[in-house]
């Protein structure tokens, strides 16, 4: 994950940071499950074709200690969080016939987890975790098992050979894990694989440490004072991106209010804004908009007319037509909103942008800036469709709802003019699609909002 993580990225953090402490949803604890027992399996068939043989404790119970202390030095992920225990791993190939090392593993994450559990912090079931969370040992493992070749006597091409099987191991399970789980993307997985380029800075420092380990077994715990600068930077960047998750959620939170203040000023206003927030979210979708242009799209359909609580209600409401003077004041209502949402911030600048100019017109005939064509953003294009099906298709303090085909007719009338006319043509596809015909407003989820490598 970047310095500036995107949509998806702080979506799939959010979720991770919520669901660190929780029980385990049936869908997760099901895929945990499957997984160990392929972790079982894959744990006897190396049991079975190397048996362990005997083997020092001392140097295997300080590299196993070490390698509690560094899963406990965490760095958060969309997914979860990335573990400095290369700096541990590879003195417990060396400290421990290979057949045990993935056995040794799970303990160790296991008891890294424990001090949660026990104190009431996170619910036992998240131990399973372990498990499937070792599935990198059995990668590197299995090169020396098929080799026939103890670790310490192995050449520099079989430990290369080693550590790739242990990135591509744990690369293929865990994406296994989040594609059943959390519907997780192949591109949003890849984004993560910064992690392995950390592994491998780690480990020639551990491989020093690993040929010392026998001869000096105290020399297990020399990567000590690496791994507190490591935990000061973990800690670090903990605080940072909870801060970012807090601050989206703000943001969210705001807008959602600002919305809820719409509806209590005028409720046509708030209506109809709801409205046009279903057909916006339906026509994103059906030009297949990124997320955060979806993001951008969806609070800007709901806030678009937000500027209008600046406007006297008797404008707002006249039943008649309105004089030159009164438009003119209706008129400051995209750039009133834009500056309301200028001042929340954030991502709200986007949306604001989007909100001033959802009254250009194609022909450049629109306000506030007179933009034209292309020129306007493809949010306030679509904002424009919705925002007058819905405002023709309800009814008014001056006239009565016109009819589908009497709307329809307008819109296409209009494209070219008022309308970006490409843009049309996908609107009236939505609209005649049964499924797709505007339906009551829907309440606006969290996760259409919001926004391990573990």
């Known amino acids: ?188 997985q890849l984004r993560e694989t910064w992690v392995y380029g950390i592994d491998a800075a780690l480990s020639p420092i551990a491989l020093v440490v690993a040929e010392e380990i026998h001869r000096a077994p105290a020399a297990a715990l020399a990567p000590l004072p690496l791994l507190g600068l490591l935990a000061m930077f973990a800690r670090e960047r903990h605080h940072r991106l909870e801060s970012l998750v807090e601050l989206n959620s703000a943001y969210r939170g705001t807008a959602l209010v600002l919305g809820d203040v719409v509806q209590a000023d005028d409720g046509y206003t708030g209506e109809h804004s709801r409205s046009v927030v279903a057909l916006a979210v339906a026509f994103g979708e059906r030009l297949g908009l990124a997320l955060e242009p979806c993001r951008n799209l969806e609070f800007a359909a709901l806030l678009h007319d937000i500027g209008k609580i600046a406007i006297p209600n008797e404008i707002i409401n006249k039943p008649g037509k309105l004089d030159p003077a009164e438009w003119k004041i209706i008129a400051t209502h995209t750039i009133e909103g834009q500056q309301m949402l200028d001042r929340i911030g954030g991502f709200m600048h986007s949306v604001g942008l989007i909100v001033r100019s959802h009254h250009e017109r194609w022909d450049g005939g629109g306000y506030p800036d007179g933009l034209s064509g292309e020129a306007i953003p493809l949010e306030a294009r679509i904002i424009s469709c919705c925002d007058s099906w819905s405002a023709m298709r309800t009814d008014r303090t001056y006239r009565r709802a016109l009819s589908h085909e009497v709307a329809r007719a307008e819109l296409r009338a209009n494209a070219g003019r008022q309308f970006d006319p490409n843009l049309v043509e996908v609107f009236v596809t939505l609209i005649e699609d049964s499924e797709a015909r505007p339906k009551p407003p829907r309440a606006i989820s969290d996760r259409s909002l919001l926004g391990q490598r573990s």
């Open 1 to 188: 994950m970047s310095l500036k993580p995107n949509l998806e990225d702080q979506e799939l953090l959010a979720d991770t940071l919520a669901r660190a402490d929780a029980p385990m949803p049936a869908r997760e604890r099901m895929t945990e499950i499957l997984v160990a027992c392929a972790f079982a399996a894959a744990v006897a068939g190396l049991w079975w074709a190397h048996p362990p043989g005997s083997f020092a404790l001392v140097p295997a119970a300080l590299c196993m200690l070490m390698m509690v202390l560094a899963t406990r030095v965490r760095f958060d992920t969309p997914f979860g969080f990335t573990v400095a225990t290369q700096l541990a791993f590879v003195p417990l190939l060396f400290a421990m016939p290979i057949s045990i090392v993935p056995i040794a593993v799970v303990a160790t994450l296991a008891i890294a987890r424990l001090p949660e559990v026990l104190s009431g912090r996170a619910p036992a079931d998240r131990l399973m975790l372990a498990v499937g969370n070792s599935w990198f040992a059995i990668g590197a493992v299995a090169v020396f098992a098929l080799t026939d070749t103890d670790p310490q006597a192995a050449g520099p091409v079989l430990l290369i050979a080693a550590l790739m099987a242990q990135f591509v191991v744990d690369f293929t399970v865990s994406a296994v894990r989040f594609w059943i789980d959390r519907s997780a993307s192949v591109a949003a």
